[in-house]
């Protein structure tokens, strides 16, 4: 279970090339999706057209459900591709996972906190981004006073808050299940090392459990993507809107 | 298990902090959002805009045109029902006409009628008198013709002279 990661040092940076393949390969995923439903867009909508205008209209409906579309509208675009990124980096954990060596290669890049450490805070920084954009900067200094005053250092620590809970909900979360995928995997082949008789009993009873798990994790994955963006344009609209 | 005790120690492998992955997952997700932005969800929101207002305008072409249709109808009612009258007046008409012409028909046909037999009857009484007065005549001549063959018949030399002496004398004596 404790494998480690393929970190090398550049420009006296630490890179972990497993995130960085993950990182790529996901956004890959996410930006052929994108084009290829969207390459032969037409007014009577077909097939997997269809399905992106089912996300763009579910990833409007968390919008409108958090800010008026006057202040919204131009979060879409960020909520849909956080949504898609978030929602395939789940599922690519999920299948299989890939050990070379001693470093987990093939896992879900939302598995690592720093992965989902950085969404959580390019997230809180945008939300700051607008706030300050859109409200101006007093009256978006204003807010942290507001109700009262003595509310200061409440309102310092929600924003830490907010950016920790936002990243490692999505990271506990992926991370667990893949824990467990990989526990049941071991289960499921360890015991042929002792001979075929024990082999096959932990293959069956791991089985089912891993059936049921990855069924879980793939709804996990898909709730865990819908709330992380649910939350982000929560905390913006938060940020955004003045009579907060 | 011990390493990885504490997660996040764990992921930052160890003594490591990963710093490059934070600035590559930073610059491959806007590089993401700038790219699908310009080749996926600009088109697709270009089209679901483009629909919205198709669907409005739709909208406001069918109920400008459903409009329109009732608006024809109730044209079209309020023609059938003039027309409807108009027939009716038509009809009337041609049936009042109709009789004003039969009325007059009969009217002349009886006034002829009467010349007809009044001139009938004028000739019948002209032929009349002409057959009488002709019947007249001849019934004259022909008395004369019969009084002439008695008189022819009778009288004898003897008579004759006597006759006519007795004219003669008859004559003389009124003189």
Redo the contacts between chains.
């Keep these: 279970m404790n494998h480690g990661a393929p970190i090398v040092e550049f420009l006296g940076l630490h890179f972990n090339l497993a995130n960085i393949m993950m990182i790529t390969i996901a956004s890959l995923i996410v930006f052929i999706l994108a084009v290829v439903s969207t390459r032969r867009i037409e007014m009577k909508p077909t097939g997997i057209q269809n399905f992106m205008e089912w996300v763009m209209d579910f990833v409007k409906g968390i919008i409108n459900s958090s800010m008026d579309w006057q202040t919204g509208g131009r979060f879409l675009v960020l909520g849909l591709t956080l949504i898609m990124y978030i929602f395939v980096s789940n599922m690519l954990g999920l299948p299989f996972s890939v050990i070379v060596g001693h470093d987990l290669w093939w896992k879900s890049p939302t598995a690592d906190p720093v992965i989902t450490m950085t969404l959580a805070v390019m997230v809180m920084g945008l939300s700051h981004y607008y706030g300050v954009k859109m409200l101006g900067a007093k009256a978006y200094g204003k807010t942290f006073f507001q109700p009262m005053s003595f509310m200061f250092p409440l309102k310092i620590i929600e924003e830490f808050a907010n950016t920790l809970t936002l990243g490692l909900r999505l990271y506990g979360n992926i991370y667990a299940g893949e824990i467990l995928l990989g526990l049941l995997a071991g289960l499921a082949t360890s015991g042929y090392a002792d001979g075929i008789g024990s082999g096959l009993i932990g293959t069956i009873s791991a089985a089912v459990p891993m059936l049921a798990w990855q069924g879980f994790s793939l709804f996990v994955g898909s709730i865990q993507a819908f709330i992380f963006v649910m939350l982000a344009m929560v905390f913006i609209s938060h940020k955004v809107s003045q009579d907060h | 298990?011990?390493?990885?005790v504490f997660?996040?120690g764990?992921?930052?492998?160890g003594l490591?902090?990963?710093?490059?992955?934070?600035?590559?997952?930073?610059v491959?997700?806007i590089?993401?959002?700038a790219?699908?932005?310009k080749?996926?969800?600009g088109?697709?929101?270009g089209?679901?805009k483009?629909?919205e207002e198709?669907v409005a305008n739709e909208i406001t072409a069918a109920e400008a045109s459903r409009a329109e249709a009732s608006k024809l109808l109730e044209e079209q009612r309020e023609l059938l029902k003039q027309s409807r009258v108009e027939a009716g007046q038509l009809i009337e008409n041609a049936k009042k006409q109709g009789e004003a012409q039969r009325e007059d028909i009969i009217t002349t046909a009886r006034a002829e009628a009467e010349r007809l037999k009044e001139s009938a009857r004028r000739e019948i009484v002209q032929e009349k008198e002409k057959a009488v007065s002709a019947l007249r005549e001849q019934v004259a001549s022909l008395s004369v013709l019969i009084a002439s063959k008695v008189i022819e018949k009778e009288l004898s030399e003897a008579d004759q002279e006597k006759l006519i002496k007795e004219y003669i004398q008859e004559a003389g004596e009124e003189r």
């Design positions: 298990m011990s390493t990885n997660i996040l764990a992921a930052e492998g490591h902090f990963n710093g490059g992955d934070i600035i590559f997952q930073l491959m997700f590089i993401l959002l790219l699908v932005k080749y996926a969800w088109p697709l929101m089209i679901m483009q629909r198709f």
